[in-house]
């Protein structure tokens, strides 16, 4: 029955008509697009299930608060003036806004590359657009230690967290009172706050069952997003964060910027769309800040298809259902350096 269902969807789409709300729904599932469950509860427990590193560090309330002291602390940095929220800001859509990172010493990435954002990062099923990291506590000891980005040394970094009372007494609450702060406890630390970065969308409510949580043009472009063949790369759960071939039809226009290549066999990260809406410029190096030239660029490069402007707007009309529900995020009041801590340094 969905089979014919579904094929009664794509004539529909053929002939510039919404499939109805079931074969639209089934649609998307048979095309890899999974919701995010209903309730915070099912979201939890999602996590721990398919996040590599929530076994081995389980989430509690006192790693999560600790997590979220250190991701806002600039003092993970050797200037003391970097912190994980400086290019993945909370409060701008989880990314900060600028086609290369900035790092130490105002230096942009080297290779161009675009601060991808943290929301909803646990679900992605590889971290860094090269995919050199298996999961957020790995991820986030890299931009630590590179001398781009954050430019600290793990031995500095274990210093200064352990110079300071405050964040002494924090990890023995959240981990026990023999524990050793380590440069890897910290980042791990870190990701277990991450993983608390989810945003439920509309788009969710739609696949859960709930017809009216899209808008009619919503719906018109979530049927071309799939006639297109966008779900080849961007499905799961978020919609993206997979290793995937770039480029597949045509040399993307950009790809000099940067000079980017990806990991040792081509692939790139696809990045997930999840509130892509608020995340421009897009690609991995920045070089796209119009949502709608970027779908066209990727109909052209990756799908060999010329999407129209027309096309372009009604799928990024569908995109704008992605953008989540925030969870609400309180800047922490960072514990006092001590007289021990480290100074920081520029050069």
């Known amino acids: 029955m969905y089979k014919f269902l579904l094929a009664l969807g794509a004539i529909s789409i053929a002939l510039g008509a919404t499939p109805d709300n079931a074969t639209l729904r089934q649609m998307a599932k048979d095309n890899g697009l999974q919701a995010l469950p209903k309730s915070q509860a099912q979201i939890q427990a999602l996590i721990e299930q398919i996040a590599p590193d929530a076994k081995s560090n389980k989430t509690t309330p006192a790693k999560i608060e600790l997590g979220k002291m250190l991701y806002f602390d600039p003092r993970l940095s050797k200037s003391n003036l970097i912190s994980c929220n400086t290019c993945h800001n909370l409060g701008l859509g989880g990314a900060d806004l600028v086609p290369a990172a900035i790092g130490h010493k105002w230096q942009a990435n080297p290779q161009h590359l675009n601060s991808p954002t943290v929301y909803n990062s646990v679900f992605n099923e590889i971290q860094f657009w090269d995919g050199r990291a298996a999961h957020l506590a790995e991820q986030a000891q890299g931009p630590i230690e590179n001398p781009v980005e954050m430019a600290a040394s793990k031995d500095l970094i274990v210093e200064r967290i352990s110079s300071i009372p405050a964040y002494v ?3 023995k609450k959240a981990y026990g009172a023999n524990t050793k702060i380590t440069f890897e406890l910290i980042a791990s630390t870190i990701g277990v706050y991450e993983r608390t970065l989810i945003t439920p969308a ?5 696949l859960n069952g709930d017809d ?5 043009e919503q719906k018109e472009g979530l049927a071309m997003f799939l006639d297109k063949g966008c779900a080849t790369c961007h499905s799961g759960i978020n919609l993206g964060g997979s290793m995937q071939p ?3 039809i045509k040399d993307y226009q950009f790809a000099s910027l940067g000079g ?5 066999d081509g692939l790139v990260k696809a990045p997930t769309l999840r509130n892509v809406v608020q995340t421009a410029p897009y690609f991995h190096n920045g070089a796209f800040w119009e949502l709608t030239d970027a779908i066209k660029e990727m109909g052209s490069i990756q799908l060999g298809i010329d999407i129209d402007d027309t096309e372009a707007s009604k799928i990024a009309k569908f995109l704008e259902s992605l953008t989540g529900r925030k969870p ?7 514990p006092d350096s001590t007289a021990k ?3 920081p340094a520029f050069e």
């Open 341 to 343: 801590t480290p100074k």
């Open 260 to 264: 980017f290549k990806g990991n040792q």
């Open 328 to 334: 609400k995020v309180e800047y922490p009041m960072l």
């Open 202 to 206: 509309p788009f969710d409510d739609f």
């Open 169 to 171: 007494e924090a990890f």
């Open 212 to 216: 009216k949580a899209l808008s009619k």
């Open 246 to 248: 770039f480029a597949v």
